[in-house]
C-alpha cells in the first residue's frame, strides 16, 4: 500500500468507523456466537501472496463483527464505561502515525514531554495537592500507564524497595529475604482483584481488611490488624485504598486510614479506576479528600474521560521512589540530557521499556471538550443512573443494595441468589441490555453501569421496561414452579 492508497483506504475507514459508532444502537449488544466461532471462518496459515484492502475490509463484518460485544452501544451497562470520542480516535491515529517508542526523552521530547505537562493539567482539574505536580521543579508528577492494575503494581513494587531500603538502614544485618518474607500490604475486601495479582506478583503476602456496612475500609479496622500483625512480627508495607471499587462504587474513608499510614510508614496508594473522573466536577471532589496523606494516586481517563483505552493516569509524591526501584542504565539507553535535571525518562517509572505516545490522546480530549464538556458528560451519566434508581425503587419487587453516588447502581429482585441469578440469565440470553453481576456480603446483585458516550434518557427506561417485564415472566415461572414441588 502506497501513500496514495493509504489516503483513499484511511477515508474509507473513517467512514466505517463513523457508520458503525452512529449506528451502533441498531446492532444487538452481545453476539450470538460459541467459542471457536472464528477459527473456521479463516484460513489456516496466512497467505503466501498479499490480498487486496477490498478482501480484508469485506471480512471485518463477516469475521470480526459477529464476535464483537459492543462496548460503545447505549445498551452495554456492563462492568465500567470504556471511554471513546472522535478527537481521540483521531489522536490514537497521529500517534500510529507518528510511531515513536518514547521510552526516554531523546527517544522523542515531544512525547516525553507533553505527558507532563498533560498530567500536570489532568492534575490540576481535580484539585491534586501540588505536590503531587511535576511543575517546573516539583518532586512528583504523572505517568500514563496501560491500566490501573499497572499503576497498582508499580506502587506495590516501589513501596516494597523503599520499605526493604530503609529497614536494611535502620538493622543492617537483615538481609532482603528476612525483610521479604515478612512483608505484608493490605486492601479492602471490596478492592479489585488486581490488587491481590500485585502482590502475588511483588512475592509478598496481602490481607483483606473487612469493609464496614458502606462497604468501605474505616480506620478502625485497619489499625486492629496493623497492630495484630507487628505484634506477630510482620512489617506492614502497603495499603491500597480504593475509590469506587468494582462491587458497588464504594470509597473508602481516606481521612481515617490516610494519617494511620503517614504514622506507621505504610505507602497508601489510591486506586479510583473509574471513580476519578468524577473529582473534576466540584460537588464530587469532596470523596477525593485525604489524598494528601497518599503516596501514589491513579484513575483511568480511559473508563469515564472520554480518552480510549489505553490511557491510566497515575501520580507520584516522590518520583524518585519509581526511579529508585526501577532505574537501570544500559549504554544504548544513555543520552547526553539525562544528568540535567529538566528530563523525565518515562522508561524508569513503568514495567515495559516501551511505550506509545498517549498524552496525545489527552491533549486532543482536554483542548476540544474543554473541562465544562467533560464536567457535563460526568454529570449526564450520574443524572441517568439516578433516573434509573428511581425506576427500580418505585417497583416494590426489587431492592437497591448500595448508595448511588455515581453512574453505577446496584439492585436485585427481593428473594433468594437463585431468583436472581436466573434473572441476570435471561437478561443476557435475551441480548437486548448487557449487564454483569456481582457478590455484596452473601448477595447476588446486579450492576447497571450507565457506560456509554451516546446513552439517554430513553435507553434507561427501555432497560427497565425490560428488565422489569423480564422479571415478572420469571416470578409467574418460578410460583408456577414452586407451587408444583
Not at 287 to 298: I, K, T
Not at 325 to 354: C, M, N
Request: proline fraction near 4%; charge should be neutral.
Amino acid at each position: 500500500m502506497d501513500a496514495a492508497e493509504f489516503r483513499k483506504r484511511g477515508k474509507e475507514m473513517v467512514d466505517y468507523i463513523a457508520d458503525y459508532l452512529e449506528k451502533i444502537d441498531k446492532r444487538q449488544v452481545f453476539p450470538d456466537v460459541e467459542p471457536g466461532y472464528l477459527r473456521p471462518l479463516i484460513p489456516e496459515c496466512a497467505p503466501q501472496d498479499p490480498e487486496s484492502f477490498e478482501d480484508v475490509f469485506k471480512d471485518i463484518e463477516k469475521i470480526i463483527m459477529p464476535g464483537v460485544t459492543h462496548w460503545h452501544s447505549p445498551y452495554f451497562f456492563a462492568y465500567f464505561p470504556a471511554a471513546s470520542s472522535f478527537p481521540a480516535l483521531l489522536a490514537d491515529m497521529l500517534c500510529g502515525g507518528i510511531g515513536c517508542v518514547g521510552f526516554s526523552w531523546a527517544a522523542s521530547p515531544a512525547c516525553t514531554e507533553l505527558e507532563t505537562v498533560m498530567l500536570d493539567w489532568l492534575g490540576k482539574m481535580i484539585n491534586l495537592p501540588e505536590e503531587f505536580l511535576a511543575g517546573k521543579d516539583g518532586q512528583g508528577g504523572g505517568v500514563i500507564q496501560g491500566s490501573a492494575s499497572e499503576a497498582t503494581l508499580i506502587s506495590l513494587l516501589a513501596a516494597r524497595t523503599r520499605t526493604i531500603r530503609r529497614m536494611q538502614s535502620e538493622k543492617p544485618e537483615l538481609t532482603e529475604a528476612d525483610i521479604m518474607g515478612r512483608l505484608v500490604a493490605y486492601t479492602s475486601d471490596q478492592a479489585h482483584s488486581s490488587v491481590e495479582r500485585a502482590a502475588l506478583i511483588g512475592g509478598v503476602k496481602i490481607k483483606n481488611i473487612s469493609s464496614d456496612e458502606t462497604f468501605s475500609v474505616c480506620g478502625s479496622a485497619l489499625k486492629k490488624v496493623l497492630d495484630e500483625d507487628k505484634a506477630s512480627g510482620l512489617i506492614p508495607f502497603f495499603f491500597c485504598a480504593t475509590l469506587g471499587t468494582t462491587p458497588c462504587c464504594s470509597f473508602d474513608k481516606l481521612l481515617e486510614v490516610g494519617p494511620i499510614c503517614k504514622k506507621e510508614n505504610i505507602w497508601m496508594h489510591i486506586d479510583a479506576a473509574y471513580a476519578g473522573s468524577a473529582f473534576i466536577c466540584p460537588e464530587f471532589r469532596h470523596l477525593l479528600n485525604g489524598v494528601e496523606f497518599a503516596d501514589s494516586f491513579n484513575f483511568n481517563p480511559h473508563k469515564w474521560l472520554l480518552v480510549n483505552f489505553d490511557c491510566s493516569a497515575m501520580w507520584v509524591k516522590k518520583r524518585s521512589d519509581l526511579t529508585g526501584a526501577f532505574k537501570l542504565e544500559p549504554l544504548y539507553l544513555q543520552h547526553h540530557h539525562q544528568e540535567s535535571g529538566l528530563v523525565t525518562d518515562y522508561r524508569h517509572w513503568q514495567i515495559p521499556l516501551g511505550r506509545r505516545f498517549r498524552s496525545l490522546k489527552l491533549w486532543f480530549v482536554l483542548r476540544m471538550y474543554g473541562v465544562t464538556g467533560l464536567q457535563e458528560h460526568i454529570r449526564k451519566h450520574v443524572r441517568l443512573s439516578h433516573q434509573f434508581k428511581h425506576l427500580v425503587l418505585q417497583d416494590e419487587r426489587f431492592e437497591i443494595c448500595a448508595e448511588v453516588v455515581l453512574g453505577l447502581v446496584c439492585f436485585r429482585l427481593k428473594g433468594s441468589n437463585e431468583l436472581n441469578k436466573a434473572l441476570l440469565k435471561s437478561i443476557n440470553e435475551a441480548k437486548k441490555i448487557h449487564l454483569v453481576p456481582c457478590h455484596l456480603r452473601e448477595k447476588f446483585v446486579l450492576r447497571f453501569a450507565v457506560c456509554s458516550r451516546t446513552v439517554e434518557s430513553t435507553h434507561i427506561k427501555f432497560a427497565w421496561q425490560h428488565i422489569s417485564q423480564l422479571a415478572t415472566d420469571l416470578l409467574k415461572t418460578w410460583e408456577q414452579n414452586h407451587h408444583k414441588q
